[in-house]
């Protein structure tokens, strides 16, 4: 699979960098208990820390809400994901158990403190593309609201858009019956290329080890 960067992206987000991992033959299940048990500390560990810690201090939710305001969009209203995450922990709302898949795309998230999205292969269509959206394009998103993507970063397939570091769309989610997916990592422009190769692979491995299969790493600058 192939995944192109608009120039308007590239203009209003200089350096922007996406990794995206393709995993093939994977088997998404209740997420193992041991693993649950690790996530739930992570979390835990997290919600003492901002005890003393403001969450626009936190590294890579600061970079993404300039991302954010880059494109024209306000991150007091339309936050990155990965800061909704922090936010709910902050509050003591801790994530509960979904899925093998989305729980460790979830842990991702909040140990890089950057938006992660997991998306069924098998529910895109052709080459994929990140933009800025323009004024009609919208979706529903996974809380049940027509999701307006003016201005808002976001990537599409040749269906239309389908995920973004704001909130995904219900077209592509993973689920049990999912056995080729695709991993995308909306990184930090200021990370170095040999650093984001790294944390991919470690990324993949993680999620091979739970769900197995076999993955590709891919890095798009």
Same mark, same amino acid.
């Given at each position: 699979m192939m995944i192109t960067i608009h120039n308007e992206v590239k203009k209003a987000i200089p350096n922007f960098k996406l990794g995206y991992i393709e995993y093939e033959n994977t088997t998404i299940s209740t997420t193992p208990q041991m693993f649950k048990g690790r996530f739930r500390?992570?979390?835990e560990s997290i919600y003492f820390d901002l005890l003393d810690q403001e969450l626009?201090?936190?590294?890579?939710?600061a970079e993404w809400r300039k991302i954010f305001k880059q494109t024209g969009t306000d991150p007091?209203?339309?936050?990155?994901?990965?800061e909704a995450l922090y936010r709910r922990i902050k509050k003591g709302q801790f994530l509960e158990p979904v899925n093998s898949g989305v729980d460790i795309n979830n842990f991702f998230s909040l140990k890089y403190s950057i938006?992660?999205?997991?998306?069924?292969?098998?529910? &895109? %269509? /052709?080459?994929?593309?990140?933009?800025?959206?323009?004024e009609?394009?919208?979706?529903?998103? &996974? %809380? /049940?609201?027509?999701?307006s993507l003016d201005k808002i970063l976001h990537t599409a397939?040749?269906?239309g858009p389908f995920g973004s570091p704001y909130i995904d769309s219900t077209r592509s989610p993973i689920s049990e019956a999912t056995t080729d997916a695709i991993q995308l990592v909306y990184l930090l422009p200021s990370i170095e290329n040999n650093e984001a190769v790294k944390m991919l692979e470690?990324?993949?491995?993680?999620?091979?080890?739970?769900?197995?299969?076999?993955?590709?790493?891919?890095?798009?600058s």
């Open positions: 500390l992570f979390q626009k201090s936190v590294h890579g939710i007091s209203r339309y936050r990155p994901s990965a938006p992660f999205g997991l998306y069924d292969n098998a529910k &895109l %269509n /052709g080459q994929l593309s990140v933009m800025i959206g323009k009609n394009d919208h979706y529903t998103g &996974l %809380n /049940g609201r027509i999701i397939d040749e269906n470690s990324v993949a491995s993680m999620f091979v080890q739970i769900n197995g299969g076999n993955f590709k790493v891919n890095l798009v």
